[in-house]
């Protein structure tokens, strides 16, 4: 009986022990609505998001997962980040830094240099209210890129922002009044477009009475994070591509880039002229090559148009 | 690092009946299990009310046939269904702590219970929100109730139920574990 008695006890006590697992998910399902804006050098960019609420506070979930902003202008050596939040109806901003952006060292974790408070007060009829972020975050790159060799030249960054947000009155002036705190955090990717080159429009149109004039115009030839501000014109010359090790440009010592050069024919190099008339001389195929640079000195591709002159 | 000390440690346990052996061989043979000096090396595995699977290493010294020195090393995966949105791991948690013999109604079996300090490294995974993975250690004590089986002096299967409370930053939790170990005895 004794025994039977300590056997059924151990049974209720498995019984009991089986219904004591607190772990639970540590975010809810309790999905609101949200709404971040991004702010990347200026350029800001309002996003869709979710927030979720969790046993520490509230997350948030941004979508889409990556976000698109230009740098624009900025100087290569800082990014400067901001995510303004939207929390509880107000909006607050919440700063971030990547120290240091090199297009040619660009892996590797990065850890933020700042981090710090930022703390509101707004007074009330009962006290001041208050609310404070503490932010400690990280930024990873994750894709190295060169921004300068294509169009879609770009650097993914990914990180998140953590800070404790603090809300409420202040207790010397209304003992009764509530405190909470809430964590935080946010997580994104961004995607930072560098500076793209500019896009080159070559038209050719006819002058009246002289089948061997042409009006050679590039002013269509766009930038879109700049202007264009110069031209190149080579007629009936040619376009070589070159390595980065090529020995023919002796006299310069350090590290040539690889790219292309044209030369020979009737070359124009580096006007701000945008249309140019040409009398050709002989029927027959003729080739023209062109480029155009924008303001922040990049080059576009060469590219070759064909006419035929009858 | 944690990772490779568990295969390491795993590694150590396939070797374990050799070693244990020639133990035996070495030192003196006694037919009692419970007695003083008699040391106690086993695997075990288990699951709680929701983890996927708990392994892990048992040792126990007995001081006297009711009081025993246990240390248990183990290693647990946890995903909270049905969602199974948040996955865990107790990567290691390490259990020190003592084993008490209540009732020996005959030489083949006992009844014991034990408690013991736990230290260990959570990492908890959240697939909602981009697997944001949170990872700290933890602390905590757990309780457990078991019996034993001895069909041969050397060789004891325990069958055990465990209650533990254990204390992180990323989350303070209760888990029950069901574990069945078998253990090699021997005397040094």
Request: hydrophobic residues 35%; proline residues 3%.
């Amino acid at each position: 009986m004794k025994i039977f008695r300590t056997i059924m006890g151990t049974v209720c006590c498995l019984l009991a022990l089986a219904s004591c697992d607190t772990r639970d998910e540590l975010y809810t399902e309790d999905i609101r609505n949200g709404q971040c804006i991004i702010e990347i050098n200026g350029h800001r960019d309002t996003v869709p998001g979710y927030y979720s609420k969790g046993k520490d506070g509230v997350v948030y979930d941004l979508y889409p997962r990556t976000l698109s902003a230009l740098m624009g202008y900025c100087e290569y050596d800082t990014v400067d980040v901001k995510l303004y939040a939207l929390v509880l109806g107000k909006e607050y901003r919440l700063d971030f830094y990547s120290p240091f952006y090199n297009p040619d060292d660009v892996t590797g974790n990065i850890d933020l240099k700042r981090g710090y408070d930022i703390v509101e007060y707004t007074d009330t009829p009962r006290g001041y209210q208050f609310h404070t972020f503490r932010l400690y975050t990280k930024i990873k790159i994750s894709e190295q890129v060169s921004v300068f060799q294509s169009d879609t030249s770009s650097v993914l960054l990914g990180g998140y922002l953590e800070g404790l947000y603090h809300y409420g009155l202040n207790r010397d002036m209304d003992p009764e009044g509530q405190n909470d705190d809430e964590y935080f955090r946010a997580y994104i990717n961004f995607r930072l477009w560098g500076p793209c080159p500019p896009t080159s429009v070559l038209d050719v149109v006819d002058v009246e009475g002289n089948p061997y004039e042409k009006r050679i115009s590039m002013s269509r030839s766009h930038d879109k994070d700049g202007k264009v501000v110069k031209y190149e014109y080579c007629i009936d010359g040619n376009v070589r591509t070159y390595g980065p090790r090529d020995n023919r440009f002796d006299f310069f010592d350090g590290p040539w880039q690889a790219g292309q050069s044209a030369y020979g024919g009737d070359y124009i190099t580096a006007t701000e002229i945008s249309e140019i008339s040409y009398e050709f001389q002989t029927k027959g195929t003729h080739k023209i090559y062109y480029r155009c640079m924008d303001d922040m000195f990049i080059w576009s591709t060469w590219k070759c148009e064909t006419i035929i002159i009858q | 690092m944690i990772r490779k000390l568990f295969i390491y440690l795993c590694f150590q346990l396939t070797l374990f009946p050799i070693w244990a052996e020639e133990m035996i061989n070495q030192h003196q043979m006694v037919s009692l299990s419970h007695v003083k000096g008699c040391q106690s090396v086993g695997i075990r595995g288990g699951k709680g009310t929701k983890s996927v699977y708990d392994v892990g290493l048992t040792y126990a010294y007995c001081f006297n046939s009711k009081i025993s020195l246990l240390f248990e090393l183990d290693h647990e995966r946890w995903i909270c269904r049905p969602k199974e949105k948040t996955e865990m791991s107790n990567v290691v948690l390490l259990s020190a702590g003592v084993e008490h013999n209540i009732l020996n109604p005959t030489k083949w079996f006992y009844w014991q219970w034990g408690l013991g300090a736990v230290v260990g490294y959570d990492k908890w995974i959240t697939k909602r929100l981009d697997h944001l993975v949170d990872k700290d250690f933890c602390y905590g004590a757990q309780v457990g109730t078991g019996v034993e089986f001895v069909p041969w002096t050397r060789v004891s299967f325990l069958l055990k139920a465990q209650q533990y409370a254990l204390f992180s930053k990323v989350e303070n939790y209760l888990k029950p574990n069901f574990s069945a170990a078998v253990r090699i005895n021997f005397h040094k």
